[in-house]
């Protein structure tokens, strides 16, 4: 199977060659951009918190919608099958409408450091959330005006919840 992994404003090529899964951990023979690569996943607390080692290296990751957290730093992630990224880009998509920005985790929102109408640049913080006891800046992962944002300082919110939205 392969895909195409946008990672801010790095794209890589992802072919997972083989699976194996059991009690709790997988593991994955893969390639990333033709490198072979041996992961292995294990689920640590519940199925957003999981341990990730790649190549005998081990990282803490908490995944949110749209949103990964690894060894505490924030990154905003979109997975496409190859096909489907192709097809997209033939019919000329690839050219967002709208980009949202949830939570990655539940959590309480600390700052928000835009207001609706700006234009923000990719990479830009947006918003500081607090969860885990760690404060996290969350950033623009686009070019933007910002149009919406439907939460305010000091709010709880759950993990999912739409926190900006960049037209």
């Given at each position: 199977m392969a895909?195409?992994?946008?990672?801010?404003?790095?794209?890589?090529?992802?072919?997972?060659?083989?699976i194996n899964t059991k009690s709790g951990e997988s593991s994955f023979h893969l390639t990333l951009d033709g490198k072979p690569l041996e992961a292995t996943v294990v689920e640590v607390n519940n199925?957003?918190?999981?341990?990730?080692?790649?190549?005998?290296?081990s990282y803490e990751v908490v995944k949110g919608e749209g949103v990964v957290a690894i060894d505490g730093e924030l990154y905003y992630v979109k997975v496409e099958d190859e096909i489907a990224s192709?097809?997209?880009?033939?019919?000329?998509?690839?050219?967002?409408?709208?980009?949202?920005?949830?939570?990655p985790m539940p959590g309480?929102?600390?700052?928000?450091?835009?207001?609706?109408?700006?234009?923000?640049v990719a990479g830009e913080g947006v918003i500081?959330?607090?969860?885990?006891?760690?404060?996290?800046?969350?950033?623009?992962?686009?070019?933007?005006?910002?149009?919406?944002?439907?939460i305010k300082e000091g709010m709880t919110v759950n993990g999912g919840d739409t926190l900006l939205t960049l037209e």
């Open positions: 895909y195409i992994v946008t990672i801010g404003e790095k794209t890589f090529k992802v072919d997972i060659k083989d199925p957003s918190h999981l341990s990730l080692i790649v190549n005998n290296r192709r097809f997209a880009k033939t019919r000329g998509g690839g050219a967002e409408e709208k980009t949202e920005i949830t939570a309480f929102v600390v700052a928000v450091e835009t207001k609706v109408g700006e234009r923000v500081i959330l607090e969860a885990m006891k760690m404060q996290n800046e969350l950033k623009a992962p686009r070019d933007g005006i910002v149009k919406k944002i439907p």
